[in-house]
């Protein structure tokens, strides 16, 4: 599932260069809410985005990769370290545009892996599991910079990232 959203992104972003009016590629910070896949006692995660905006007029699809900073828990006898990774393709609207300033909103899927190593006794579990959102938000691009917030469904999760465009 993760090599076709991948490969849906690079299709889309490789193809519509040609014709697009605008392309974005920037890097930036991003914090979800409920980085324990809907767990009660949910925390927040911080991690890094790459993102990439191809406009067309009012229209446009914005791909991104998150990778969220590793979380460990310890318990009595051993330890969990949990991984989070997150891809994503959204199709965009744009509500309000300057020469300088673009306010758009935006809606698709999201691809949200969890990786989960735990260690009790010296002897060590791995898994693995992935959940297919859907997403909805707004975002601001201020000339290179931007700002994004999103819902995630199914997980319940707030989504928000300031980054950088360097492209």
């Known amino acids: 599932m993760k090599k076709n959203i991948f490969l ?10 040609v ?22 006692d949910a925390t927040t995660g911080f991690g890094i985005n790459a993102h990439a905006l191809v406009s067309f007029a009012k229209f446009g699809v914005i ?7 590793p979380q460990t828990y310890d318990f009595t006898g051993g330890n969990t370290k949990n991984t989070y990774f997150m891809t994503n393709v ?22 949200f892996t969890q990786k989960v190593k735990t260690t009790t006794g010296g002897t060590s579990v791995k898994a693995s599991n992935n959940e297919l959102l859907f997403e909805v938000g707004s975002g601001l691009k201020a000339g290179p910079i931007y ?16 980054g950088f465009n360097f492209l």
């Open 63 to 69: 791909g991104g990769i998150s990778y969220f900073l």
């Open 90 to 111: 959204d199709l965009m609207y744009s509500l309000f545009k300057l020469p300088k300033i673009k306010i758009y909103a935006f809606g698709g899927i999201a691809n």
């Open 147 to 162: 700002v994004e917030a999103k819902y995630q469904t199914k997980i319940k999760q707030f989504v928000a990232t300031v």
């Open 8 to 17: 849906i992104c690079a299709i889309v972003l490789l193809t519509s260069t």
């Open 19 to 40: 014709f697009s009016q605008s392309l974005d590629i920037g890097i930036g910070a991003t914090a979800g809410t409920k980085m324990k896949m809907g767990e009660s």
